[in-house]
């Protein structure tokens, strides 16, 4: 695929091209609508575009800058799940009775990114009911992967993870229950978070012709899309915090500090296997290989740690690490579980 310098950078580099006046947002825009012009028959990744109030927003947002705006999105080109309203656009979440519902206002996530200052593009293809770990639906067909076009991008948000890697913009929004952001990112060498459950709001991402209350259904969250770990955590502070319909306006987003500000200090546990499902041998290579790295750069205090795991000893394991997160008593945690006396050593020692 043919690219421009920008078709590939970071929201975060491409903040900083646009305050430095090395590129426009219309340009970033263009290059961006270009690019799916060119290659998303092929694709399928952006199923409902909207590039007229693309550019609109792309020139207020060149305007507002020259006015000495600053705002988190600002100029940065993105894409929306389809299961998320946009105001006018079509959210049909695949089913194809509701090909023709229009949500008159956007998700409550669309807003913020809008107020933002980003540039949404279009909307990215999902399978019916966001119900599968591919992207096909009667209404916009099937999304394919940009590496390879003969398999699949993941899903359910495998219209966003297409996208991002084919160049159709910096950024994207997806949801999740069982792995909808996670699995279409390692599917497509993308990044993907799915945050704390209730952490951002779900307002507008329900199915049509439903109405667009507050909606927490159990496991189901909306999480940030992106080509760098570091602009998950961008988008994220734009769409976490609490719905002001449901919550009012005095509630505020405070999240903890890090345990820890520099990676040495961290103990890093390395799961190079299950035992449901074993990693093949190109996989688990890479994992080994990533942990003696991580050794050798000598950043970290204290080695990585390599668990064999049974199936009796995974979820044990789990629950151990989960119960660490909440309680910084590690001989009562220690005491709790019925671990073997090798992971006990090594994940508490």
């Known amino acids: 695929m043919a690219k421009s310098q920008w078709s590939f950078k970071t929201a975060t580099e491409l903040s900083g091209a646009l305050a430095a006046k090395q590129v426009s947002a219309v340009e970033l825009a263009q290059d961006a609508i270009g690019r799916i012009e060119r290659h998303d028959a092929k694709i399928n990744a952006v199923c409902v575009r909207d590039f007229a109030r693309g550019l609109d927003a792309a020139r207020a947002a060149d305007a507002a800058r020259a006015q000495g705006a600053s705002k988190p999105l600002l100029g940065i080109p993105m894409t929306v799940k389809e299961s998320c309203n946009i105001a006018g656009l079509p959210t049909t979440w695949g089913f194809p009775e509701q090909k023709d519902f229009r949500p008159p206002e956007d998700a409550l996530s669309v ?138 306006t005095a509630y505020r987003l405070e999240l903890p500090p890090s345990r820890h500000g520099a990676l040495k200090d961290f103990r890093v546990l390395l799961i190079d296997t299950d035992p449901v499902l074993p990693t093949n041998t190109a996989v688990r290579s890479a994992i080994e290989q990533a942990g003696i790295e991580i050794e050798s750069a000598e950043v970290m205090q204290r080695p990585t740690m390599r668990v064999e795991l049974d199936e009796g000893n995974a979820a044990k394991l789990f629950r151990l690490i989960d119960a660490l997160e909440e309680n910084d008593d590690v001989g009562a945690v220690h005491a709790n579980f019925d671990v073997s006396d090798e992971i006990l050593e090594k994940v508490v020692g």
């Open 111 to 248: 807003s913020r990114v809008k107020q933002a200052g980003a540039v949404i593009l279009g909307k990215t293809n999902v399978p019916i009911a966001l119900g599968d770990w591919q992207s096909y639906n009667d209404i916009y067909g099937t999304t394919n992967n940009p590496f390879d076009l003969g398999r699949t991008p993941g899903g359910s948000s495998g219209g966003s993870s297409a996208a991002l890697a084919a160049g159709y913009g910096a950024l994207s929004l997806g949801t999740d229950i069982g792995g909808s952001l996670r699995v279409p990112a390692f599917h497509c060498g993308i990044y993907a978070h799915k945050p704390t459950f209730a952490l951002v709001p779900t307002r507008g991402n329900t199915p049509p012709p439903l109405p667009p209350l507050p909606f927490d259904r159990d496991l189901s969250v909306l999480g940030p899309m992106a080509r760098s770990a570091a602009d998950l955590s961008l988008l994220l502070d734009v769409i976490a915090g609490p719905d002001p319909l449901e919550a009012g």
